[in-house]
């Protein structure tokens, strides 16, 4: 069935320092979607990418999706401790309802 | 805002009980699911629902039944609980190919 894995499992980082993690499907997706889940807290949608290539941005966030549509990855310019949390993808393959999300990245930021 | 409201935010229960999670969501989504998440594994599929009535089976639903009987409410049964069903369950909801929204989870423990 479909897979999807994400890398690093878990990051430490100074802040100020950049963070990236990577998703990849063992499938082409139609579209994928990235959540944040704080700590003790539920998985919040950030974004949705549709196209191939498509690059998208949220302030200090950069999305991107590949151009065969099985991996995308999030980019975090200088992070801040309000970026603590886990980062999950999700990617939904055509003809199903259904998103699979990844493992997931933890990621730490130190003061 | 959209509403995912889990009946329980903690629950323990003995090996051997049949469970109810309740999940009520009051933005009219046509689907709904389950997960369950443990460490290192991320958010895995149990079962989703489409409409009501309509349900299929996620990536792990051995042990597990769902019921759709009104657009709003999508319940998940633990038919006869047992000691690795301890996790975290979450309930989402999403208008089709749009981001879903998540309920606060159901910290399960079975003992």
């Known amino acids: 069935g479909q897979q999807v894995m994400q890398i690093p499992q878990y990051q430490h980082v100074q802040e100020g320092e950049d963070f990236t993690t990577y998703c990849n499907s063992s499938t082409t997706l139609s579209n994928i979607q990235w959540y944040k889940q704080r700590p003790g807290g539920h998985p919040v949608f950030l974004i949705q990418l549709v196209k191939s290539g498509e690059v998208k941005k949220q302030k200090r966030l950069t999305f991107q999706f590949g151009e065969a549509k099985k991996n995308s990855s999030l980019h975090i310019t200088a992070t801040q401790t309000t970026d603590v949390g886990t980062y999950f993808c999700?990617?939904?393959?055509?003809?199903?309802?259904?998103?699979?999300f990844g493992t997931g990245t933890r990621l730490k930021v130190l003061a | 805002d959209v509403k995912v409201t889990q009946s329980s935010r903690y629950l323990v229960k003995r090996t051997g009980e049949k469970v109810f999670l309740e999940c009520v969501q009051d933005m009219d989504h046509e689907n709904m699911f389950w997960y369950r998440q443990d460490p290192g594994l991320g958010l895995r599929l149990i079962y989703f629902s489409y409409d009501v009535k309509m349900k299929e089976k996620g990536d792990i639903p051995e042990g597990y039944s769902v019921s759709r009987e009104k657009k709003e409410r999508f319940s998940l049964i633990l038919e006869s609980a047992s000691t690795n069903q301890t996790s975290m369950y979450l309930c989402?909801?999403?208008?089709?190919?749009?981001?879903?929204?998540f309920g606060q989870g159901t910290r399960l423990t079975v003992v």
């Open positions: 989402a909801s999403s208008p089709t190919e749009l981001e879903a929204f």
């Open positions: 999700a990617g939904r393959t055509s003809g199903t309802y259904k998103y699979i």
